[in-house]
């Protein structure tokens, strides 16, 4: 019988998860052996190097500059220009514990050899980047990635990124995002896994094991940093940077999991956000950094801040000036500071004045050297600082085949009228229309640090490369992404007319999601939607092809057009795998992992939400939870998505009405493949408790099942729940079950299915 979360296939395509099997117990994971033995007890050579540190050498190792662009201030003629002799100057005197955003490892290489020979107590340095969804292959965007619902890809996908970032002179990566976002409109969507806490979680545990490998010490091991911590996902309105007012209760149940999740799983290190939570910056929040992170989970791991966020204590009005901001941000529990050099300016003035305690930098200091040493750095401070590996590791053949397979399991179908796809290879004229068509700049996505803009396949590129000799195919742009073209919507009549089948790829641009780029109207750009509009006037069959970094609001030209597609950022291989999805060579299989809504001003919107006293009716008067002019329901709802064949699930089952709380109820459903082609489907189990002491979701996601189906092919499957998958956090903030009646149901999506219910005993 499977257990709960085994998220892995069924026997037609068994996967394996880094070198064993995906299947677990619960989401979270063990710290590894190997790490957990450096982190459990004080390390005697790091007592000894702390009783030697002057206190500038302390504030030195809490201290992390920028060093993107330093390798191109060396004067063949005259050496190192003065920027760049500044940094090596503060390395040899122990002025600094690392860089980040380095992009010359031979420069790496060079620094660490300063570090390690010439500073008075050779202390080496970490190399820090964002490496997000990739260095030099680049992956879709997390959320893209996310909508594949399979933990061992996007492990594998990590541990891809981790080999180009080691070769590339890199040991830490600010990610995973593991923020669970709710309103679209926010910017930074685009990083995370999307809406739900079990779901995030499962996805941040594969992308830590994958970023880390199985020994941190190892030349290809990238150590992880989930961020951000904590409640970045629920800033308001959306706005990026905003304050978020966050119960205890609620932050507990939806946002901290996927964190407690990744450091489980061995992350040991987490960024501090940048809003404030309940009034109280991330930053210098002692309540989240030492009272929930050291006290309640024991972590032993580093906290660094974000951007300048230390600084930024002064500006939100929670620090008087930068001399009180470094203070508060210290103890807090922050103990590392990004770019501004804020803490070596003011740590030993604070020390020396009494108002901040030695023994507090030391704690600081001493947890950082334990990751520098966990890491290997001490025994072998060249780890991944060999320039030869950027000849052997970057955009490996088979990095690039996974970002291929990456980007077609992230696709998402979200509608198939008259199975308009896949689109035949031959006997058909096809428009490709739209911005993005031969677009290469907007391909990768945001927040590729490194990009390679050439290396991206466009979907012109993709498409061509599918039919080979048999291509007809007309390409006009239409459009520009945010401004008309002169002509351009009479060109793309003109083609739409012409041909026999009209593809229409539109959507953002990489500006329009990640950070800094929030958004009041979560819309297709107005000169798109009249290039739509113009095109579908046309009456052809019209495929849509959507890029984007979260949930849209779509105009109706595109709900009513014949098939649309998510296909996100998709990285290296856009054009690639959306030619492989687009004529059948794979059928989609991706599922949102956000909620479409039927319009903008419905954000936040999602499907696990609390149910009120006056829930919306289908029938009956207007006077439920809803707005007057729109559903409440979802445009397309969490977990939605289509293949290309039809599915159908039998009634959910359970074994018994009635479990105790040391008990189990399994919960059954059979799925059959009722088309004609292969299908992939991925059941979801989803929960409701009825009655509760803080009132629960109308749904939570609690296990899914990859299944691989032939036409006409039938597999059961079976979850097993315990009181422990029933539990939630209570007003004490304490985890548990209540007693009382609780529903269940297999469904292919958020909102499918008729649920059946059972009762947990209070003994």
């Given amino acids: 019988m499977d257990n709960l979360n085994d998220t892995s296939p069924s026997s037609h395509a068994r996967r394996n998860f880094l070198a064993g099997s995906l299947a677990m117990t619960t989401i979270g994971f063990s710290l590894p052996a190997f ?31 920028g060093a993107q662009g330093l390798g191109r201030l060396v004067n063949p003629d005259t050496g190192p220009e003065p920027g760049l002799q500044s940094t090596l100057d503060e390395i040899a005197q122990g002025r600094l514990t690392g860089l980040f955003n380095a992009d010359d490892v031979k420069l790496g290489h060079a620094m660490q050899k300063i570090a390690v020979e010439k500073s008075r107590l050779g202390i080496p340095l970490i190399f820090a980047a964002d490496i997000i969804h990739g260095l030099k292959t680049a992956f879709p965007v997390p959320l893209g990635e996310s909508a594949s619902f399979d933990a061992d890809l996007c ?18 990566t600010f990610a995973p995002a593991v923020d669970i976002a709710r309103d679209q409109r926010w910017g930074r969507v685009v990083e995370g896994a999307g809406e739900d806490p079990w779901l995030g979680s499962l996805l941040a545990v594969a992308r830590v094991r994958g970023f880390q490998g199985n ?5 290809d091991s990238l150590l992880a940093c989930p961020k951000h911590f904590a409640g970045y996902g629920a800033v308001q309105g959306g706005m990026d940077y905003n304050t978020a007012d966050i119960p205890e209760t609620t932050l507990r149940e939806v946002h901290l999991p996927p964190f407690k999740a990744a450091f489980d799983a061995g992350a040991l290190s987490t960024m501090a956000s940048f809003n404030d939570t309940g009034g109280v910056p991330s930053t210098g929040n002692r309540h989240l950094l030492t009272g929930i992170l050291r006290g309640e989970w024991g972590f032993r791991g580093l906290v660094v801040s974000d951007f300048n966020s230390e600084k930024e204590l002064v500006e939100h009005g929670y620090a008087a000036d930068d001399a009180d901001a470094v203070y508060k941000a210290v103890m807090a529990g922050c103990d590392m500071s990004i770019q501004g050099g804020l803490y070596l300016k003011h740590i030993p003035a604070l020390v020396k ?3 901040l305690k030695v023994a507090v930098v030391d704690e600081a200091v001493r947890r950082v050297l334990r990751v520098k040493k966990a890491l290997g750095l001490f025994e072998n401070p060249y780890r991944s600082l060999d320039p030869a590996r ?13 970002a291929r397979e990456a980007g077609r399991k992230a696709i998402v179908l979200l509608k198939n009228d008259r199975g308009l796809l896949p689109l035949p290879k031959s006997g058909k004229s096809i428009a490709l229309i739209g911005p993005f068509v031969t677009d290469k700049n907007n391909a990768l996505g945001p927040w590729m640090v490194f990009p390679d803009m050439k290396s991206a396949v466009t979907l012109e590129q993709g498409v061509r490369a599918a039919l080979g000799a048999n291509a007809n195919v007309t390409v006009v742009q239409g459009s520009g992404i945010e401004r008309p073209l002169d002509g351009g919507i009479d060109a793309a009549v003109a083609a739409a007319r012409a041909a026999e089948v009209v593809v ?25 939607i009249d290039l739509i509009d113009a095109v579908a006037a046309v009456g052809k069959p019209m495929v849509i092809l959507l890029k984007h970094g979260r949930a849209l609001e779509l105009p109706n030209s595109v709900k009513n057009a014949q098939a649309i597609v998510c296909t996100w950022f998709l990285g290296s291989e856009s054009g690639n795998a959306i030619a492989d999805v687009l004529f059948g060579d794979f059928a989609p299989q991706g599922r949102l992992p956000i909620s479409f809504p039927r319009r903008a001003g419905q954000q936040p919107f999602y499907y696990n939400h ?19 002019e729109v559903s409440t329901s979802a445009l397309f709802p969490f977990g939605h998505g289509l293949g290309y064949s039809t599915v159908t699930y039998s009634a959910t089952e359970i074994d018994q009405p009635r479990i105790s709380k040391s008990g189990r109820v399994v919960v059954k459903a059979r799925v059959t493949n009722t088309g004609t082609r292969k299908h992939h489907e991925v059941a979801q189990l989803y929960l409701r408790i009825k009655v509760a002491e803080i009132v629960q979701p109308l749904r939570a996601l609690k296990g899914i099942r990859h299944l691989d189906l032939n036409p006409g092919e039938s597999a059961a499957i079976e979850f097993v729940l315990t009181a422990q998958d029933l539990a939630y956090v209570h007003a004490d903030a304490k985890t548990r079950a209540d007693a009382g009646e609780y529903e269940v149901v297999i469904a292919p999506d958020s909102t499918a299915g008729k649920p059946v219910s059972f009762v947990l005993s209070g003994t």
């Fill in 35 to 65: 790490a957990a033995a450096r982190m459990t007890a004080e390390d005697p050579y790091i007592e000894r190097l702390l009783k030697r540190m002057t206190i500038e050498e302390k504030a030195g190792q809490l201290t992390m500059n």
């Fill in 353 to 355: 004045s009494g108002r």
């Fill in 504 to 528: 229409v790829y539109v959507g953002e641009a990489t500006n329009m999601s990640g950070e800094g780029a929030s958004r009041v109207d979560i819309t297709i750009p107005k000169v798109q």
């Fill in 155 to 172: 492990s594998r996908t990590a541990r891809a990124t981790a080999i180009e970032a080691t070769a590339f002179g890199v040991h830490w």
């Fill in 610 to 628: 609390r149910v009120t006293g006056r829930p919306s009716l289908t029938e009956g008067p207007p006077i439920g939870a809803r707005y007057r």
């Fill in 390 to 402: 950027m000849a052997t590791d970057i955009r490996r053949p088979e990095a690039i085949a996974l």
């Fill in 215 to 219: 020994d941190l010490r190892a030349n």
